[in-house]
């Protein structure tokens, strides 16, 4: 398929599936503290896409993140780069809402400035990490994501990341930073640390892992 068409198609297929995920209520404890999912960004023809837990601090600090990608493009000589999540709803421990009467279960307790509608304030939850249940729930959307966009390269940040996608396809190794693997059509996986622990000296031993695969490859 042509450039145009290909990026065409993937636009039509990313926004049905964004379409899916903004109506989605499997994790419905999530769903009244959350004003919309996390979405992927970056060119709808990437050679690589980087995949990250959730919208977790390092990845909501804009900089931090134009950073994280720009010293991989940099590093990989790369202009095609795509960022994504593994969880699109950020859990969050509230005390307010855990102390709310049942009858609020399932109403969107937060405004579109982000205000909690029970305490006239900005949102104070405090972001943790995804259960088993809500990666489970929200994994078929990335995998989808994955095969319309087909990557050469997906980069997986982090431990919880590299285990659950790489056992979607079928790999149970125990996983290593660094570790690398190809699925059945080729595509390149690899497993780094989570952002906060992801460095230049980090960016090199990608660089180089990626080199060596793909000259063995």
């Not at 993937?10 to 919309?36: F, P, V």
């Not at 109403?107 to 249940?133: F, H, M, N, Q, T």
Request: net charge negative; charged share 30%; with cysteine.
């Amino acid at each position: 398929m042509a450039s145009d068409g290909r990026r065409e198609q993937n636009i039509r297929l990313i926004i049905e599936m964004e379409d899916r995920i903004a109506q989605c209520k499997r994790c419905k404890s999530l769903l009244s503290c959350i004003r919309k999912p996390s979405m992927g960004k970056g060119d709808l023809e990437p050679d690589m896409i980087l995949v990250f837990e959730n919208e977790s601090k390092a990845a909501q600090n804009s900089d931090k993140l134009l950073e994280l990608r720009e010293m991989i493009k940099s590093e990989f000589n790369a202009s095609k780069i795509y960022h994504t999540f593994m969880v699109r709803c950020q859990p969050k421990a509230c005390a307010i809402r855990s102390n709310t009467s049942c009858y609020l279960e399932n109403k969107k307790l937060i405004d579109r400035d982000y205000k909690c509608l029970l305490s006239g304030k900005s949102c104070e939850g405090i972001p943790i990490k995804p259960a088993d249940d809500n990666i489970i729930h929200c994994l078929p959307f990335l995998l989808e994501e994955l095969e319309i966009l087909d990557p050469r390269i997906v980069i997986l940040f982090g431990d919880r990341v590299s285990d659950f996608v790489l056992k979607s396809y079928g790999i149970f190794k125990e996983v290593n930073t660094g570790d690398a693997f190809y699925d059945s059509i080729g595509r390149l996986f690899i497993a780094v640390p989570s952002t906060e622990e992801f460095s230049i000296e980090e960016c090199h031993k990608l660089r180089d892992h990626i080199l060596i695969d793909e000259n063995l490859a």
